[in-house]
């Protein structure tokens, strides 16, 4: 079948530049929108009952994504998560970056590609949105300037595709993804179920830096056959005083994950070894133990680069990687 028409709007302007929104429809009336800046999922819709409901937590307003800090809806990198003490080695040549969070880099420092306007092209006939940047070691300390394009699918069976290509001209670092967060039914998430393909989550220090050590998952952190997110926070709360999840997952398998609500489900599916999940109230005021949405990060390990059993972050030079990660919709 044919794709259908993407249509682009102007969005706003950062530092002089046009942003523009990219909207891909299916068939079904399903519609995904993106961003230049930042190259962020802007919306996920759904037409269920003659309207459409979304999906993920999103702003309206180019000005809520440059100044909010949850990092809502961005591709975040060039590496996703913390470098602990923003320091890392290649080739037996250590790297100190300027620390962001605490002593620690955070989502590749201040001036990560989360902070830049991309160049977008559309591809109507497979559906498809492509987003090129020029990342410059310049910008964010990293070695090599990596020539990055991520390219926004959707099918015509409701399943999102998100590829991130890379190609560097020196030995360097690469694991982004898209920092996005998920609410299948308003208002909340606490009565939805979260089911995760893993045996253990990443012990961390008191900066949320891994130790390099695995946990086996147990209570709280045990959702294999699916938690309802509430239970598992007063779970979590009992076992060890947290209010909210901050934590990685090592995951397994193709689909490595499912959130569900009575009338929704969507697939997570991955081809690296983490899922990160973050309780938050990401577009409003945060209230303790209530969760508007749930980020859901697809990604290589955190700190992958400073653990040798994390897996392999390293983008050599002119040595072409791809990632995909993919969220398939379903009605119930």
Not at 57 to 79: A, N, W
Not at 204 to 226: H, N, Y
Request: overall charge negative; some cysteine; hydrophobic content about 35%.
């Amino acid at each position: 079948m044919l794709g259908m028409p993407v249509t682009r709007t102007k969005f706003g302007q950062v530092d002089g530049e046009d942003v523009y929104k990219y909207t891909i429809e299916n068939s079904n009336k399903t519609r995904i929108s993106v961003l230049t800046y930042a190259a962020a999922w802007q919306n996920f819709e759904v037409y269920e009952d003659g309207e459409y409901h979304s999906l993920i937590s999103h702003f309206d307003d180019l000005q809520s994504y440059i100044e909010m800090p949850f990092q809502v809806g961005k591709t975040v990198g060039r590496v996703a998560g913390r470098i602990g003490k923003a320091r890392f080695m290649i080739n037996g040549k250590t790297y100190q970056l300027t620390p962001n969070n605490q002593t620690n880099l955070m989502h590749g420092g201040d001036d990560g590609i989360q902070t830049k306007n991309f160049i977008g092209s559309a591809d109507g006939k497979h559906n498809s949105v492509s987003l090129a940047l020029i990342v410059k070691s310049s910008d964010d300390g990293f070695p090599g300037n990596i020539d990055l394009l991520i390219t926004y699918s959707l099918s015509e069976d409701d399943e999102v595709s998100i590829t991130y290509t890379a190609v560097s001209d020196a030995d360097t670092l690469f694991n982004p993804t898209c920092h996005v967060y998920f609410n299948l039914d308003e208002p909340s998430i606490m009565d939805e179920t979260l089911q995760i393909a893993s045996d253990s989550y990443l012990d961390v220090d008191d900066e949320k830096v891994p130790t390099g050590s695995l946990i086996s998952v147990d209570k709280a952190f045990d959702f294999r056959k699916g938690q309802i997110i509430e239970n598992a926070l007063c779970n979590l709360e009992k076992q060890n005083g947290k209010l909210e999840f901050d934590d990685t997952f090592v995951t397994y398998g193709d689909r490595v994950a499912t959130l569900s609500s009575d009338k929704r489900v969507v697939d997570f599916y991955s081809d690296r070894n983490g899922l990160v999940i973050f309780t938050a109230n990401p577009t409003g005021v945060e209230v303790p133990g209530q969760y508007s949405s749930v980020a859901m990060e697809l990604q290589m390990l955190p700190d992958a680069i400073n653990h040798t059993n994390f897996g392999n972050i390293i983008l050599r030079k002119n040595q072409k990687t791809s990632y995909t990660n993919k969220y398939q919709y379903r009605k119930l």
